[in-house]
């Protein structure tokens, strides 16, 4: 649905008020998972936080509902990435009636990477959660519109954040340390192109199926071009994406023989993870566990 519409629609519905706070706690709305995290975890018994995607969602696909549109509006605080990873907010943003919102753009406080450097054609890749410390600048962020919007509680929600931090911080060692002595660094993924913070945090070489967006078709070149380079480095192992067709990579497993290993870049969480309270760094700690193995590390 257009955002047009969608403004149309709120405008219709505003009318009837907004959907209903917790008393005494900061009303908080996210786009993506790891910001999701990142705030229920410095936020905790003090914030009400609430994701937009439903479990098993695919994020790149996402279109807002008016009701979506009535949850940012009614918001203490609004996190998300920016234009180049969700279109559909700044005319949203420039709409709302809430004029205390404090909006956190992720992409603000981070290094962004040129999808043009990577030969991916025009755009910023906005996948910038799976450079590690990236995310400690995030949390930084959000951290920041916490305190600003409850100052009594600033203690607590400093101190959060410092602990997760310190957390973040830890797992970009263990991946620094894990993906030291490796057999090969080439890492073949069947999916769109989001690991390019992680791989050029760590000195990898990445060759995915399709650009920065997942509704990209590659072609039979690009599909030969990978198996090329699956053989050339002795790789054996591809990776595939979370919440989205594994098709490619199995595609390449068919032609090839190498074995297929998840590599989830945590835009979103699936219903089970969701249910058992699973966090961006549990997900984070998955992904190293199968690199070393994908990438044959000591």
């Known amino acids: 649905m257009a955002v047009a519409v969608l403004l ?77 990873m969700e279109p559909w907010a700044k005319d949203i943003l420039a709409g709302i009636n809430n004029k205390k919102l404090s909006v956190v753009g992720a992409g603000d406080v981070v290094n962004l990477l040129d999808g043009s450097a990577e030969g991916l054609g025009s755009g910023i890749d906005p996948h910038i959660w799976l450079d590690l410390s990236n995310s400690e600048n995030i949390v930084d962020g959000i951290a920041s519109a916490f305190v600003r919007k409850d100052p009594k509680n600033s203690d607590l929600y400093i101190q ?73 480095n002795g790789v054996k192992y591809v990776f595939y994406e979370e919440l989205s067709s594994p098709k490619i990579a199995e595609t390449i497993s068919e032609e090839t023989g190498a074995q297929l290993l998840l590599l989830n870049a945590a835009h979103n969480i699936s219903k089970d993870d969701m249910s058992k309270g699973v966090s961006f760094i549990d997900i984070m700690k998955r992904n190293l566990v199968n690199l070393r193995i994908g990438l044959q590390c000591q």
Do not use: M
């Open 8 to 84: 149309a629609l709120f405008w219709l519905l505003n009318y009837r008020g907004v959907p209903n706070k917790i008393a005494g706690k900061v009303s908080v709305v996210t786009t993506l998972f790891p910001y999701y995290d990142f705030a229920r975890t410095i936020g905790g018994d003090k914030a009400d936080v609430s994701l937009l995607l439903l479990p098993g969602v695919e994020a790149h696909s996402f279109e807002p509902k008016p009701s979506d549109i009535l949850k940012i509006n009614s918001a203490d605080i609004f996190i998300y990435t920016g234009d180049f």
């Open 160 to 232: 959060n954040a410092h602990e997760l931090k310190n957390e973040l911080k830890a797992l970009d060692d263990s991946f620094k340390a894990g993906l030291s002595n490796c057999q090969t660094r080439t890492l073949i993924y069947g999916g769109h192109y989001a690991f390019g913070y992680l791989v050029k945090r760590y000195g990898l070489d990445y060759f995915a199926a399709q650009g920065l967006a997942p509704d990209s078709e590659p072609t039979a070149q690009d599909l030969a071009n990978l198996i090329n380079e699956l053989k050339k």
